[in-house]
């Protein structure tokens, strides 16, 4: 237990945050970038205190595709940025899917291994940063992995109620052990954005959901400390260069977030530099590539 009064209260020197967009927006680029302190609006270093304390886990197809072109050539960052850290779970999420067994936990561990090879860099000491890139796949992974193979002869799917609840557990025991206090944790989710009308103008508009079954998905977001939205306005370069402006919007009027959780007074409305954003929160932040003014 720690003992603090409302003077003194911080729930955790490090960032567990939702971060969520529409499919191909760039997500692992900005926040790989930006924890690197290597964005062009970038003036005060990155959230990192060494590249190789950013730890990216990829599930997704190419995730970290153009990563090393969008730092080096867009971004302008130093070679040694490009030593951050990537676990590939790629192999174990196809795998996944063609195993022919139910309550499969081999993609469970897989992920469970990664975050404790994080956990074991975090012992030479700094400021470290986990991406999970991204919860959708992670998600989708373990709901194949404890439904099994798809039954043709059975309606509905291969779901049923205990198997959606040790979906929903595994999700439960993989978030808790990821979001330690001893690095930043940042979920990349991807959200549905649901398209046309239905025919009854009286129904309700269709909602955004994140892209997991059941309400795994809002419990996860009642669960991690802020959600932010990221932004990219598509053709809006900064200043000369290359890279089209992203931020984090940390007012996103989300429907399957509860009203007050995404919302704080410390940020602004729009936040591009994330090391910054953090900043002002009061969390830990390494500033990585910060080069301080030389004395006159």
């Given at each position: 237990?720690?003992?603090m009064?409302?003077?003194?209260?911080?729930?955790?020197?490090y960032?567990?945050a939702?971060?969520?967009?529409?499919?191909?927006?760039?997500?692992?680029?900005?926040?790989?970038?930006?924890?690197?302190?290597?964005?062009?609006?970038?003036?005060?270093g990155?959230?990192?205190?060494?590249?190789?304390?950013?730890?990216?886990?990829?599930?997704?197809a190419?995730?970290a595709?153009g990563?090393?072109?969008?730092?080096?050539?867009?971004?302008?960052?130093?070679?040694?940025?490009?030593?951050?850290?990537?676990?590939?779970?790629?192999?174990?999420?196809?795998?996944?899917?063609?195993?022919?067994?139910?309550?499969?936990?081999?993609?469970?561990?897989?992920?469970?291994?990664?975050?404790?090879?994080?956990?074991?860099?975090?012992?030479?000491?700094?400021?470290?940063?986990?991406?999970?890139?991204?919860?959708?796949?992670?998600?989708?992974?373990?709901?194949r992995a404890?439904?099994?193979?798809?039954?043709?002869?059975?309606?509905?799917?291969?779901?049923?109620?205990?198997?959606w609840?040790?979906?929903?557990?595994?999700?439960?025991?993989l978030?808790?052990?990821?979001?330690?206090?001893?690095?930043?944790?940042?979920?990349?989710?991807?959200?549905?954005?649901p398209?046309?009308?239905?025919?009854?103008?009286?129904?309700?508009?269709p909602?955004?959901?994140l892209?997991?079954?059941?309400k795994t998905?809002?419990n996860?977001?009642?669960?991690?400390?802020?959600?932010?939205?990221?932004?990219?306005?598509?053709?809006?370069?900064?200043?000369?260069?290359?890279?089209?402006?992203?931020?984090l919007?940390?007012?996103?009027?989300?429907?399957?977030?509860?009203?007050?959780?995404?919302?704080?007074?410390?940020?602004?409305?729009?936040e591009?530099?994330?090391?910054?954003a953090?900043?002002?929160?009061?969390?830990?932040?390494?500033?990585?590539?910060f080069?301080?003014?030389?004395k006159k």
């Amino acid at each position: 237990m720690q003992r603090m009064t409302g003077e003194t209260y911080q729930s955790s020197d490090y960032e567990k945050a939702l971060c969520a967009a529409e499919a191909k927006v760039g997500k692992t680029c900005f926040l790989t970038a930006g924890l690197l302190g290597v964005l062009p609006w970038q003036k005060y270093g990155g959230v990192v205190d060494r590249p190789e304390h950013l730890h990216i886990i990829t599930m997704d197809a190419n995730a970290a595709g153009g990563i090393r072109r969008f730092l080096s050539e867009t971004c302008g960052a130093p070679a040694e940025a490009l030593k951050f850290d990537i676990l590939n779970l790629q192999d174990d999420f196809r795998a996944v899917h063609v195993s022919q067994t139910a309550y499969d936990y081999t993609f469970f561990t897989a992920f469970y291994d990664a975050i404790q090879a994080v956990k074991d860099a975090t012992a030479r000491g700094g400021v470290h940063a986990v991406v999970v890139s991204s919860l959708t796949s992670l998600a989708w992974g373990i709901q194949r992995a404890v439904g099994g193979p798809l039954d043709p002869s059975r309606k509905g799917g291969n779901m049923d109620m205990a198997k959606w609840d040790t979906f929903a557990q595994q999700i439960a025991e993989l978030r808790n052990f990821a979001q330690d206090d001893k690095w930043h944790t940042l979920w990349e989710a991807h959200i549905y954005k649901p398209e046309g009308q239905s025919q009854d103008k009286d129904a309700p508009a269709p909602k955004e959901t994140l892209q997991i079954a059941g309400k795994t998905g809002k419990n996860f977001a009642n669960n991690v400390e802020h959600v932010y939205r990221i932004r990219r306005l598509v053709g809006q370069k900064f200043l000369t260069t290359k890279c089209e402006k992203v931020y984090l919007d940390t007012q996103p009027a989300m429907d399957f977030i509860p009203g007050g959780r995404n919302v704080t007074e410390s940020l602004d409305a729009q936040e591009p530099d994330i090391a910054l954003a953090f900043h002002k929160l009061g969390l830990k932040i390494g500033r990585w590539g910060f080069k301080s003014k030389p004395k006159k």
